[in-house]
């Protein structure tokens, strides 16, 4: 058996950013096309800030192995396509079986999970909020303040993502909005055609990574 070394990073909440991380990601406003209700109101803000990052992530990845972690910092901007507000794509991991771990550092966040058969969840996360993403849910971090959202997390390192779920299904079952009296609210996604009991099951059983899609 290989021995590591330890790992050590530095939570920068200022910045967002996990120093010391061994890989990042960004996503601008122009990559996250089809995910608001608002078309209209998505297509206007890409005009302006269509180059502007939404959410970033860095994080560190000792390796893919089972049993080994990953961890990582989401920092999230502020702001609405409409009435909504903004999000992170959202996955299921692609072993299906693995958990997550977020922890809020700064901001006011949602975690939106959604199981395979569509209940829905939200959790509210503040500052030390350690929010638990059990196995088999669909998550999506959604910042609901006003100010940058920053938030550790921690997930086997052989989980894997797959966004394609929420893609076939129309978006997960409902919206974050503004609830226009600074809070937020639930609604209904229109868009949204529930799986098939058939599908819902074998998502269920689904340990390997039927759908991974690489993170860069
Ligand atoms: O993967 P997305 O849905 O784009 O979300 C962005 C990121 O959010 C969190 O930080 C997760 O722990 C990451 O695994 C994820 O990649
Ligand atoms: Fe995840």
């Not at 990042?24 to 990052?53: C, I, Q, S």
């Not at 939106?112 to 503040?126: D, F, Q």
């Amino acid at each position: 058996m290989e021995l590591r070394e330890p790992g050590v990073c530095t939570v920068d909440v200022a910045s967002g950013e996990l120093r010391g991380a061994t890989g990042r990601y960004m996503k601008t406003l122009r990559d996250l096309e089809g995910l608001y209700e608002d078309r209209a109101a998505y297509a206007a803000l890409v005009r302006v800030m269509g180059d502007t990052v939404v959410y970033a992530v860095s994080d560190y990845r000792p390796s893919a192995d089972a049993g080994d972690m990953i961890v990582g910092v989401t920092r999230m901007r502020p702001g609405k396509v409409g009435r909504e507000f903004f999000m992170t794509r959202g996955h299921i991991h692609a072993r299906a079986d693995r958990p997550e771990i977020y922890y809020g550092e700064s901001g006011r966040g949602v975690m939106l999970l959604e199981s395979p058969a569509g209940e829905i969840r939200t959790v509210e996360i503040r500052p030390r909020t350690l929010c638990y993403v059990p196995p088999y849910w669909i998550h999506r971090s959604v910042n609901v303040g006003p100010d940058e959202l920053v938030m550790t997390f921690a997930y086997p390192a052989d989980a894997g993502q797959d966004y394609a779920i929420i893609e076939a299904a129309g978006g997960m079952r409902c919206r974050i909005v503004d609830d226009g009296r600074g809070g937020w609210a639930t609604v209904d996604n229109a868009d949204y055609r529930p799986r098939p009991a058939d599908l819902v099951a074998r998502i269920m059983g689904r340990t390997e990574r039927a759908g991974a899609e690489r993170q860069p």
